[in-house]
């Protein structure tokens, strides 16, 4: 694997329960009742991206549906508004994983925010569709929220796959 100077070193593979963990966790608090405010980030959305974008093969587009018709239950919202948001999400995660992680973390997390933004734009629009109220302009805030954390979300979801560091003279990785 080619690596650019200064960059991590080698994961340890992902545990698949780990992943599934963090999906559902992040489902669970989106659940949460807190008014859902119009700047709330979708920690969710973050998931989906994150793992679209470390673990393509694992979290597909169909996962991405699944979690999203989950959404629209839970919120009663119009059936197919989360479930076409993250579908979207998870298509162009898997679209660009490749280009993106070849970018530290902070300039990752300027080229997520679009697709938080689209996302975010998808669901007002079905929304609105629907016959839906404006929320305010505050929502624009949401994908700016979710692109700041996705440096935060990126060192606690691979914290477990970190290798310690114990060079040696016959296992220099």
Same mark, same amino acid.
């Given at each position: 694997?080619?690596?650019? !100077?200064?960059?991590?070193?080698?994961?340890?593979?992902?545990?698949?329960?780990?992943?599934?963990? @963090?999906? &559902?966790?992040?489902?669970? /608090?989106?659940?949460?009742?807190?008014?859902?405010?119009?700047?709330?980030?979708?920690?969710?959305?973050?998931?989906?991206?994150?793992?679209?974008?470390? +673990?393509?093969?694992?979290?597909?587009?169909?996962?991405?549906?699944?979690?999203?018709?989950?959404?629209?239950? +839970?919120?009663?919202?119009?059936?197919?508004?989360?479930?076409?948001?993250? @579908? @979207?999400?998870?298509?162009?995660? @898997?679209?660009?994983?490749?280009?993106?992680?070849?970018?530290?973390?902070?300039?990752?997390?300027?080229?997520?925010?679009?697709? &938080?933004?689209?996302?975010? /734009?998808?669901?007002?629009?079905?929304?609105?569709?629907?016959?839906?109220?404006? !929320?305010?302009?505050?929502?624009?805030?949401?994908?700016?929220?979710?692109?700041?954390?996705?440096?935060?979300?990126?060192?606690?979801?691979?914290?477990?796959?970190?290798?310690?560091?114990?060079?040696?003279?016959?296992?220099?990785?």
């Amino acid at each position: 694997m080619i690596m650019r !100077p200064g960059q991590q070193q080698l994961l340890l593979p992902l545990s698949p329960a780990f992943m599934w963990a @963090t999906l &559902f966790v992040a489902m669970l /608090l989106n659940m949460l009742p807190l008014g859902r405010i119009g700047w709330m980030p979708d920690l969710l959305a973050l998931a989906i991206v994150f793992w679209g974008v470390h +673990q393509p093969s694992r979290v597909s587009i169909g996962i991405a549906f699944m979690f999203g018709l989950a959404m629209d239950v +839970q919120q009663s919202a119009i059936l197919g508004q989360h479930a076409l948001s993250y @579908t @979207t999400l998870g298509y162009f995660a @898997t679209s660009i994983h490749r280009r993106l992680l070849w970018y530290p973390v902070f300039s990752q997390s300027l080229q997520v925010l679009p697709l &938080f933004a689209l996302s975010h /734009l998808i669901e007002l629009g079905i929304r609105m569709i629907g016959g839906g109220v404006f !929320p305010g302009w505050s929502l624009m805030l949401a994908p700016v929220i979710e692109a700041a954390l996705w440096p935060l979300a990126t060192s606690v979801l691979l914290a477990p796959q970190r290798r310690a560091p114990e060079p040696d003279a016959n296992r220099p990785l």
